[in-house]
């Protein structure tokens, strides 16, 4: 069988389309099945719940909503008077309690230069005074300490650098102490979590370098693989009634790849990044490119 020269370059065409199209497959399996990336992460970040130690009346709130603040700032005050009044009262019984010692050591030194007077179990009462006295003034004293960190309390300040979102906190609402009221993201621990398929941790190692990049923003970020999960859970097993396992006895024939988080550390943001907690983010892994 022969071929005309248009007849040959048309098979000649046709056979490289065809390895064209079978080399572009292969490069868009191994892409999207095997490469470290994945569309499916978010920036993440610690979330303080800011709770009074102690219950009372808000006096002052001296931040707004989406405020940025440092750790150690004041956020808002609880009413101060009663606490105030308890510190008086608790240094008045710390006054009493030190003169009723130093009246028991008198008269225990006065009983002990009498002891050829006076008995000895008499001697031994006055020593007993006194050590009682002694252990009534350091209770007073811890009593007065307490009063004075409930009134230092009642100033709340950010425990971590962050800032506050969500603030719906006003002047005479009623706070209880432990009860969170104000949410602030700690900026500190802002990072992204990557949930890689399964199939794809063999090629991500701890250190390695990441691009990032945020949906609705241009400018890429860089970071590392910071850690990754040690578990997931297993749905397909739980705990029966009687403690033991409970494994579904269904199995399905299509087995999709679990997602393990990744955590990531950001290594630079740029000034005109916005990083929010929640946003959707893209990530790549060493040579991967989304």
């Known amino acids: 069988m022969t071929f005309s020269p248009r007849g040959a370059l048309r098979v000649t065409l046709t056979c490289l389309i065809v390895v064209a199209a079978l080399g572009a497959g292969r490069g868009l399996w191994a892409h999207y099945m095997d490469e470290p990336w994945t569309r499916d992460a978010k920036v993440r970040a610690d979330i303080v719940g800011v709770a009074p130690d102690v219950s009372g009346f808000v006096s002052e709130v001296l931040v707004h909503d989406n405020q940025a ?24 019984v710390v006054a009493g309690r030190e003169a009723a010692l ?46 004075r960190l409930n009134l230092e309390r009642a100033e709340v300040k950010a425990p971590v650098n962050g800032t506050l979102t969500n603030l719906s906190l006003r002047p005479g609402d009623y706070l209880t102490a432990g009860t969170a009221k104000v949410a602030l993201v700690d900026t500190d621990s802002l990072r992204v979590e990557g949930y890689f398929e399964e199939t794809k941790l063999a090629r991500i190692d701890v250190g390695a370098p990441v691009s990032i990049h945020l949906m609705g923003q241009a400018t890429p970020l860089d970071g590392h693989v910071e ?36 955590r990531i550390a950001f290594d630079h943001v740029p000034d005109d990044a916005r990083l929010v907690a929640g946003l959707t983010a893209t990530v790549s892994v060493g040579d991967g490119v989304p």
Not at 110 to 139: F, G, I, P
Not at 234 to 254: K, M, Q, Y
Request: proline content about 2%; glycine content about 4%.
């Open 69 to 92: 603040v440092k750790k150690g700032d004041v956020l808002f005050r609880i009413d101060r008077a009663r606490f105030a009044i308890a510190l008086d009262q608790a240094e008045a």
């Open 227 to 262: 850690s990754i999960a040690a578990g997931i859970e297993d749905r397909e097993r739980t705990v029966g009634t009687g403690l033991l396992a409970n494994i579904n006895p269904t199995f399905s024939w299509v087995r999709l790849a679990q997602r393990v988080p990744v």
């Open 102 to 147: 130093d009246q028991a050591r008198r008269d225990r030194a006065r009983y002990e230069k009498l002891k050829d007077v006076v008995s000895e179990q008499k001697t031994e009462q006055m020593r007993m005074e006194e050590a009682e006295a002694e252990a009534s003034l350091r209770q007073a004293r811890a009593e007065r300490d307490l009063a």
